[in-house]
């Protein structure tokens, strides 16, 4: 009996210390909240870390069902509840210590998956063409964003001294006002819920456009300022390389600068496959251009981890991908070839997956 207290209290120290350190202002004082009570329950049981992922994925994509019928609050609650799993997840990966190549692969994109689902899903609803191109916009801007993200703090670890934050800088008023400006995933997933209920999807998405622009130009600001302060040196970056994706050896180093190639790669591609004049449906356009999306998150991740990246000519690379799409116009095949190239990219990107989690190697 007198010893129930103390191990409520360190399992409590565990269960706190299993969540991010990271998270954002919405993830960090809602999210692990919710997370952290159904953590506690399913860490005494034997449940596994990617069962609950899984489940997450199930609930995401029910969500993106349900906003497509037109039921936004029911779908945006369950979109976030989605979120909540994806915490649940991680917290019971690292209170019990149990990683996996499939864990680790799962969690890499499935996130991704739910989030442009959901954007599809909200743009079907409408049955309006122009939402599809906002939509799009929104996939293509995120993408974008997200790359130069992660590109940009592997590049920074290479060229600054790894600097641990105390609580006390984790808890000012500067500090989450920096974290709301960025526009994580929980602010952006809350805005995706609930937002539909307010007003039309169109102005929906042009109001996260807008905030995920003005987000990105403050965070590349930023970025530039602090880049300023590294030596200068130039050091070799191969998981930037492994990123370009080109039949044409591009050349890029690991300069300051650097960071930005794989994203200006990326949007240079993604647009000019709207520019094809393909007749095909928006909903078929949406699913060519999250394939491809998707295709450049598995390089991003793969190439951060140090990982093969056979399967790149797999994929066709970005002058095959594109090309391919003006074959399918010259023909007037467009339906036929774009359907074939988005279920082809689809396989590939879970064979890889497969590969990596057989080999070990995520």
Known sequence: MGREPREMSDKSLRLRAAAR?????????????????????????????????????VVGLLAAYMASTGKYFASGIVFLFSLVLDCVDGE?????????????????????????????????????????WLALALVI????????????????????EKVTTSASTRSGLRYWMKKVLNLPIGERWLLLAFLPLFTSINDSFRVIIILGIFS??????????????????????????????TVIPIRISGSKIAWTFPSILRGCELVALLIIPLNISPALQFLLIVSVALWHYANLYDSLQGRSTRYGRAGLRVAGRISLCLLAYALGLDSEIVTGLTIYLGLLIVMRGGHNVAKGAV
């Open 216 to 245: 990105f130009i403050f965070v590349v600001l930023a970025r530039a300022r602090r880049i300023f302060t590294w030596p200068d040196k130039i050091l070799s970056a191969p998981f930037l390389v492994a990123q370009r994706d």
């Open 92 to 132: 019971i990966a690292r209170y019990k210590s149990e990683f996996s190549a499939l864990g680790a692969w799962l969690d890499a994109l499935a996130d991704r998956v739910k989030e442009f689902a959901y954007i599809g899903a909200l743009a079907y609803s409408t049955n309006d063409a122009r939402t599809w």
């Open 141 to 160: 801007l995120q993408t974008v964003r997200h790359l130069s993200d992660y590109n940009f703090v592997k590049l920074q670890d290479l060229y600054e």
């Open 21 to 57: 350190a990271d998270d954002g202002f919405f993830s960090t004082f809602v999210l692990r909240k919710i997370s952290r009570t159904f953590t506690n329950a399913l860490v005494e049981t034997s449940i596994k870390p990617n069962t609950v992922t899984a489940i997450s994925i």
